[in-house]
Structures are given as C-alpha cells and as structure tokens.
C-alpha cells in the first residue's frame, strides 16, 4: 500500500517522519507530499490529483498540516484539493474537520452545540468588546485563532490591554479570540483520541498559568479509573467534529468545580504524551488508516 504523508515543510517535520518510519515499519510505502504541490483538476470523467507535474498515485494519506500564515485564496486552494483527493482515498483525518477543529471558535461553537462544556469564550473584531469582556470575567487568556503550543497565549486582567490588543489586530484585519480564565489546580488534561478510543492520556502539571508540554509542563499518565469524565468528554468531542485522531485538551476549574474542553488538536504533538505513557500514536494512526483503507 502506497500511503501519502501531507506536510507543507521542505524536509519532512519530526512528526511526519514519525508516521513516515511507522508507515515502513508495517510493510507499506510511504511518500512525503508537500500541500503547496498538490493541485487538482476535475476531468470529463474523473478527478486527478498531481503532485508537481506527476499524478498522484497512492492508496491512502495522512494529513499533518497544510501551512501557517496563508492568503485565504491558498488556503481555499489547498483544503479544495485535500478535498478532492478525500473523495478519491481514505485520509486521516478528514480535511474539512481537521480545519474545523484548528479554527478554535468553530471548533468550539460546535461543541457547545452540542452540549459539552466550554469555557466562556468571545471573538471579536471590537475593542470596546474585549474590554468590557475583560471587565465582567476580570482576567481572560488572549489566544491566536489559529495558533498552536500556546504560543501567543496571553494572560490579561487589564480591560485597556485586551481594548489595546483588538484595536492593534484589527488594524492589520484580524479578530480576537478571548477565553474567561480558569483556576487551574495546577495541571490540565491531554487526551489522546485514535479511531474512537482512548489510546493514553496525561496530566500536564506547571507552576506557570500555561500547561503546554512544549511551554515546560511535565507530563503525568492518567488511567480512565482515575478521570472516567475526562474520557468521556474526550471521546465525544472528537466523534462531534468527526475526526479520526485528536488531542483534547480538557482542564478543571476550581471555582465551577467542572471540566471544560479547552480546544482539540486535529495535528496534535505526541513526544510529551509518549514520554509519559510509553504509548506510540504514530503506530495506532497508521494502524486505523491501513485498517480503513482495507475495508
């Protein structure tokens, strides 16, 4: 089986090659795609998709990222041909719920929708918004719309800084997205979502506000007899936005005494998971897609 691993870097990231080295480890042939190089073209009676000036030929894919800080004709452009060869292939995971869930709000709005607990969450294009949100909930986390590893995450108890970060954002076209800040009892929750199950989770345990393993957070392993809701909570955000692996990112609040899901990695980083746990993801993703693509 001839299995695409989809990245936009010139030389296959950390996690790519990963699922790249597992994909050889299970007897099957591994080609590393970069998503800038995909097109496709919709023919009398097919769809094909090149890579370059060759059409591609592969049986199934795994979808890692598709690029940061892209005009929204590229982005449009590179989800429309990840699309297209969905149509054709199985992928994982899917690439409209991948995008779903990095759009943070969306991600969100359909959970709530949904019935599973949120944190209190504004986006906005208004200073005035921000501030008067800043001053109802007294301190907010900033956070990029689309960002990653919580960089760019910004603790904020001043209303004239969140009026001052939405005006300076909409002067070069971007909105704000606001989260009311919750009283962590020093540690959240990762859990870790392939093919419907729980394959490992973790406390991520920090003296700092920000418990992102990448942000100096130490990883704990957590058994579902220990945390049954955040299993729970985990497996049903992720079957609502339809992806076939994800990371959660669930924490508790002490002052609700309740669980919220704070967002859901559809390209999710798995060293601080496996260093906790001992558990590989990259052999359980391919595993689900061989096992998908057979069916």
């Known amino acids: 089986m001839r299995i695409g691993v989809i990245e936009y870097r010139k030389n296959p990231p950390t996690t790519a090659l990963e699922l790249i080295n597992a994909i050889e480890r299970k007897g099957h042939t591994p080609l590393y795609l970069k998503a800038h190089m995909l097109d496709a073209r919709i023919t009398e009676n097919t769809i094909k998709i090149y890579h370059g000036p060759v059409e591609l030929d592969i049986d199934a894919a795994l979808l890692r990222n598709i690029g940061l800080y892209l005009s929204l004709d590229a982005f449009t452009k590179r989800i429309g041909v990840l699309e297209a060869l969905a149509s054709k292939i199985p992928m994982v995971n899917n690439p ?25 969450t504004l986006i906005t294009e208004n200073p005035f918004s921000a501030m008067r949100f800043t001053q109802e909930k007294k301190k907010v986390v900033y956070k990029p719309l689309m960002g990653s590893l919580g960089l760019g995450s910004t603790l904020i108890s001043d209303p004239d800084i969140s009026f ?19 009283e962590k009892p020093g540690y959240d929750y990762r859990v870790f979502v392939v093919g419907g199950e729980v394959i490992g989770a973790m406390k991520r345990v920090s003296s700092s506000w920000k418990t992102n393993i990448s942000q100096g957070a130490v990883g704990v392993p957590v058994i579902e007899k220990e945390e049954p809701e955040i299993f729970i909570l985990a497996l049903k955000a992720v079957k609502i936005i339809e992806l076939d692996y994800a990371g959660v990112d669930i924490a508790y609040d002490n002052t609700t005494q309740k669980h919220y899901i704070l967002e859901i990695n559809a390209f999710p980083h798995w060293e601080g998971l496996r260093r906790a746990t001992g558990i590989n993801p990259p052999d359980y993703i391919v595993d689900y897609l061989i096992k998908k693509a057979k069916q």
């Open 96 to 120: 409209t719920a991948s995008f779903i869930a990095r759009d943070k709000w969306r991600c969100l709005l359909r959970l709530y929708l949904n019935n599973l607990p949120i944190p209190e």
């Open 164 to 182: 001052h970060v939405t005006r300076s954002l909409k002067n070069i076209g971007l909105p704000s997205y606001y989260q009311v800040y919750l």
